[in-house]
């Protein structure tokens, strides 16, 4: 049995979920849902980092100790992935004692190793991303992702060797082709990389919501030094050495495009400092824009947009869980940056939802009912529709394996429109019942019952609603996809409930 360990970033849990961070999750949720189906040992990862000044002037803005402060912010995250009906085995958040446990150990084994000194650093920081950044990388002389004022910040800090491993990860890079996917972000960190590589500061002393150094205590471990650690953390990292080796190196790091040179360049060079492996893949995504801004607690007030217009509850709430989750993961390629908009969600809903897909439901379950007494029958071997079913659970397999989830459904969407086309043609509604109407519907409801498995990953309450109108148990998500996802297994005789349209089609102003 294969394995597939799935992690997204763990979210600044001072900033309040939105589409933007439900865009990673829904996208590791659907990976994860997609590799649980095929049958490989998966473990889906999230969470919240906790840590940092920000965090801490929030906290005592709200007059609660940082913990108390995070423990409600991380909630929200808890309920928005719940609301989503996000998968994930583990949620970690880094001020638990498991995780500040990890970070000692990991970070203590980098120290001993010799990669880990002191001296004094000067910089402009930007505390909105918690990083430093050189003067020619400010923009106006302002933070390139924020668009604020940095400040100047001198402190006496560790400082972590990454300058030695300028070669090893060039290195590595070769050895690992698919290391960073897409090819265009890889060659970024491959870019960053070869323009030499500066030791970097990794603690703090003006901070104190943090991970204590543990051989100088005055010192916590910056941020980010803390918070990529705990993709290891979750997998028991100085505790359960077993579930290290079962999980590690083998990991899929999803992130957004802004944090490459974290994931794909300090990461690998602390693994590789710690003794361990590196990560194997970082699949890196674009952002969703609004007015070709990328959206996120910062910005939203820039564009005119309101953050709880943007909140994924406020979205389900309005199209429903799905929908949503089909949106995020339908419209964008994953790797391009996308304009996230109502208008853009609508049609989508109306055009694939409504049209297409619950049309196609409500047609089988009435003529079903019309023409076979609310009984389904067996789909034929010589089908054209099987041609075309067995091409695209090909397609739907090779993209979900290869990181697209948008041509997963692209390519489950060609079969339900070819089921559509095939309605149409032989228009069953107009023939009397016998052979010829049920050789249509057996074929139709086979469809039905294939599209229920291949949109499972992406859209799991309806695929479990379709599976249930057609007559069959359980749920699509728990048959086994090398026995189930091919032609001629739905079987006669079961009964077909008519329902409530699973799409009613949204009226838009325009
Ligand atoms: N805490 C760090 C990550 C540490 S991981 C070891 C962080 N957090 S964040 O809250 O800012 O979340 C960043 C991630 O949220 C992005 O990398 C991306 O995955 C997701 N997104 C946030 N805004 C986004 C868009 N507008 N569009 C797409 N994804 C976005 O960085």
């Not at 302002?142 to 090893?168: G, Y």
């Not at 739907?396 to 692209?410: D, I, N, Q």
């Not at 695929?463 to 001629?488: N, T």
Request: aromatic share 12%; with cysteine; glycine share 8%.
């Amino acid at each position: 049995m294969s394995r597939f360990f799935v992690t997204t970033p763990i979210y600044y849990g001072n900033d309040a979920p939105h589409v933007g961070s439900a865009y990673s999750t829904v996208n590791a949720d659907a990976l994860a849902r997609w590799h649980r189906l095929v049958g490989d040992e998966t473990l889906f990862l999230t969470g919240t980092d906790e840590h940092g000044q920000k965090v801490a002037d929030s906290a005592e803005q709200q007059g609660l100790s940082p913990q108390a402060w995070t423990d409600q912010t991380a909630q929200r995250f808890i309920e928005a992935w719940d609301d989503l009906n996000i998968s994930n085995d583990d949620f970690i958040r880094t001020s638990e004692r498991r995780h500040h446990e990890s970070v000692q150990k990991f970070l203590t084994k980098i120290y001993e190793n010799g990669f880990i000194y002191k001296d004094v650093y000067e910089g402009l920081y930007c505390v909105s991303c918690e990083d430093y950044y050189t003067p020619e990388a400010l923009v106006n002389g302002n933070c390139p992702v924020h668009e604020r004022p940095v400040i100047t910040m001198q402190e006496e800090n560790w400082f972590f060797r990454l300058s030695a491993f300028e070669d090893k990860l060039l290195q590595y890079y070769e050895e690992h082709p698919t290391f960073t996917t897409p090819q265009t972000k890889f060659n970024e960190a491959i870019s960053f990389v070869k323009g030499g590589l500066k030791d970097i500061s990794i603690t703090r002393t003006s901070i104190t919501w943090g991970i204590t150094v543990p051989w100088d205590e005055k010192h916590v471990f910056y941020v980010w030094y803390d918070a990529l650690i705990n993709y290891l953390t979750a997998i028991g990292y100085g505790s359960d050495h077993d579930e290290v080796e079962k999980w590690w190196p083998s990991s899929n790091h999803i992130v957004g495009k802004e944090i490459i040179r974290f994931h794909c360049v300090w990461w690998p060079a602390m693994c590789m400092a710690a003794g361990l492996e590196p990560p194997a893949h970082v699949h890196v995504h674009g952002w969703l824009l609004v007015g070709g801004k990328k959206l996120g607690k910062s910005m939203a007030s820039d564009v005119g947009i309101k953050l709880t217009d943007i909140a994924p509850r406020t979205l389900t709430a309005e199209f429903g869980v799905d929908p949503i989750r089909y949106y995020l993961l339908r419209e964008t390629p994953f790797g391009n940056d996308g304009e996230f908009s109502f208008e853009g969600i609508i049609a989508r809903y109306n055009t694939d939802l409504a049209n297409n897909l619950g049309n196609l439901v409500a047609r089988v379950a009435t003529v079903v009912g019309s023409k076979c007494d609310g009984r389904g029958r067996a789909p034929t071997i010589d089908a054209e529709l099987r041609a075309v079913a067995n091409e695209v659970v090909q397609q739907v397999g090779a993209a979900w394996e290869e990181f697209a989830p948008h041509r997963a459904l692209e390519a489950a969407w060609q079969l339900i429109g070819a089921a559509n086309a095939d309605l149409e043609k032989h228009a069953p509604w107009k023939m009397e019942s016998g052979p010829e109407v049920d050789a249509v519907m057996g074929n139709a409801l086979e469809v039905l019952r294939l599209t229920a498995i291949l949109i499972s990953p992406a859209m799991p309450e309806t695929a479990e609603k379709i599976w249930h109108r057609i007559g069959l148990q359980g749920s699509p998500a728990d048959v086994s996809f090398r026995g189930e996802a091919s032609w001629g297994r739905y079987p006669e005789g079961l009964l077909v409930e008519k329902g409530e349209p699973l799409f009613p089609r949204i009226k838009s102003d325009a």
